[in-house]
């Protein structure tokens, strides 16, 4: 027998609006409707919320670890496990768990961890790397980059499965047939770590390259005279990610990007965790982890912590702020079924009050607290 839950006296944001006085109705099948407090089913569990925000689980397209691990160091199902469960009780229901650029075996074990220990959470990998340029390498390791070819991208989605979800690469150091090739192997491809001028970013854009990874880190400049990527992605109009955390880019960068991209633009982490082994060695510090040698290398951030940053800092609605963590990343994913509060949609839900304290997670409509 199928249990519904009503959620009663909450604020709900739907993905498209903002809703009080009614109650949100689900099961493990998915979301059900939105109804008034007088149409709920008599057989019902009915939660009271009390007056805090509902909204769809948050969506994290780009975060390497969670939980006292760093996936990449130790690509195990102990570790992901332990990842996983971090994200989802920081109200992120949905996320492409990353590695930074590295070597053969350690993709070859992060898939293989990740095909055979499925969790509803988690997405798939996300490859920032190793097809960068190294003008643009920020934290990555030189040692790993690599110009790609169509033989080793083959391979590689051969070997993923499906498993393999986006790639972030620099478009100015591949040839549009590798793009092509990842686009037709499902993948989305993002631009990054890149210094493309304003017309290899369109070149990229036209082979298939949707998105932009953490727009304005580590990328060309926007200058008056050659306005690089950035130029390039505001003019195509696709997709791009930012870090809201005031540290990889200032605030007044967050809303400047907002103007030039308006729905296009998502929220990311980029979140990592302390490191003492495998090749990337993340040190923790009071707002930021960094290499050794003091480079910025990931953000100690939550999805949820940057969409109060784009509200408190940047002047965001809340509807919005929500809308670039889920809505907009679900929209990139091309899936209707992740990021909004509408009949069939997957029941992953987050609580929290107006201090972005969490107060409840479901994900496919079990609570996870």
């Known amino acids: 027998m199928i249990m519904i839950t009503a959620l009663t006296n909450g604020i709900l944001f739907t993905g498209t609006e903002r809703i009080e006085n009614k109650a949100l109705l689900f099961d493990e099948e998915g979301i059900r409707e939105i109804v008034g407090n007088n149409k709920i089913p008599t057989d ?29 160091a130790k690509p195990s199902a102990e570790a992901l496990q332990a990842i996983t469960d971090a994200i ?93 090739l990842l686009v037709n192997n499902g993948v989305i491809v993002s631009a990054g770590h890149s210094n493309a001028t304003y017309e290899e970013g369109l070149k990229g854009f036209e082979a298939g390259i949707q998105t932009v990874t953490h727009f304005f880190n580590a990328m060309s400049s926007l200058h008056h005279r050659a306005t690089g990527l950035p130029g390039a992605t505001a003019v195509a109009n696709v997709y791009a990610s930012i870090i809201a955390d005031g540290i990889h880019v200032d605030y007044s960068t967050v809303v400047l990007s907002k103007k030039m991209l308006g729905e296009k633009l998502f929220l990311i982490t ?76 997957k029941a992953n839900i987050l609580l929290f009050d107006e201090d972005f304290n969490v107060l409840g997670v479901y994900l496919e409509g079990k609570n996870q607290q």
């Open 270 to 345: 980029d979140a990592v965790e302390e490191s003492s082994e495998g090749p990337y060695l993340h040190v923790k510090t009071e707002d930021r982890f960094t290499l050794p040698d003091g480079t910025l290398s990931g953000s100690k951030l939550t999805l949820l912590q940057a969409v109060k940053n784009c509200v408190q800092h940047c002047s965001i609605p809340l509807d919005e702020a929500l809308r670039m963590a889920s809505t907009y990343p679900a929209n990139l994913l091309g899936t209707q079924d992740l990021g909004r509060f509408e009949a069939g949609a």
């Open 88 to 180: 989802v009780q920081s109200g992120t229901t949905s996320f492409l768990l990353t590695l930074a650029t590295n070597s053969v075996p350690i993709y070859r074990d992060a898939i293989h961890t990740v095909r055979y220990n499925p969790h509803p959470a988690l997405l798939g990998l996300h490859l920032e790397g190793p097809y960068i340029n190294q003008e643009k390498k920020g934290a990555h390791l030189e040692e790993f980059i690599k110009v790609p070819t169509t033989e080793e991208v083959e391979a590689m989605c051969d070997e993923a499965q499906g498993i393999l979800k986006m790639v972030t690469l620099a478009p100015e150091v591949t040839d549009p047939s590798v793009i092509r």
């Open 44 to 72: 019902a569990t009915i939660i009271d919320c009390k007056g805090v925000y509902v909204a769809p689980g948050l969506i994290d397209l780009q975060i390497y670890g969670a939980g006292g691990y760093l996936f990449s």
